[in-house]
């Protein structure tokens, strides 16, 4: 049986977005994945752009998808994973049954300030850290 992750931002806009895609391509068949977001937005466009150039993983009109209505469809997960910060973590709601909470904080690379190229360069340094995250994790869950 599959493990079954969600992982949970925000928005649903950038981090839960590459990390449920990195998990789809790098976790060799072992899990479901979903992503949410706390109050769901709107795709960020450099993530979108480098999930595309760097993973061949296209996303693009991909809709962002909020925490209620997951909980609302009465699915269950074997991990929750919050990918946003300590503080924006701690407002995600409680899932039932036997579900391990992880936290794995990455910086927002919606909140980048700046022009088209600092926004894509921290996007990209996002994806480095998610995809190796991932990688590292995958590793351990199939050693279990």
Not at 28 to 39: D, K, M, R, Y
Not at 56 to 83: F, P
Not at 102 to 124: I, Y
Request: some cysteine.
């Amino acid at each position: 049986m599959s493990t079954r992750v969600l992982f949970v931002c925000i928005h649903n806009s950038a981090r839960s977005q590459m990390a449920e895609e990195l998990l789809r391509k790098y976790g060799n068949g072992l899990f479901e994945t979903e992503s949410a977001g706390i109050e769901p937005g709107k795709l960020n466009p450099f993530v979108v752009q480098v999930l595309k150039e760097e993973e061949a993983i296209d996303i693009t009109g991909k809709a962002t998808q909020s925490v209620a209505q997951i909980l609302e469809s009465g699915k269950q997960y074997d991990y929750v994973v919050t990918v946003c910060d300590e503080t924006s973590a701690e407002r995600c709601p409680v899932f039932p049954g036997d579900v391990k909470r992880l936290h794995w904080g990455f910086e927002d690379p919606s909140s980048v300030a700046g022009g088209d190229e600092e926004k894509l360069a921290v996007a990209r340094q996002v994806k480095a850290q998610i995809k190796t995250k991932i990688e590292e994790w995958v590793g351990v869950i199939a050693r279990k």
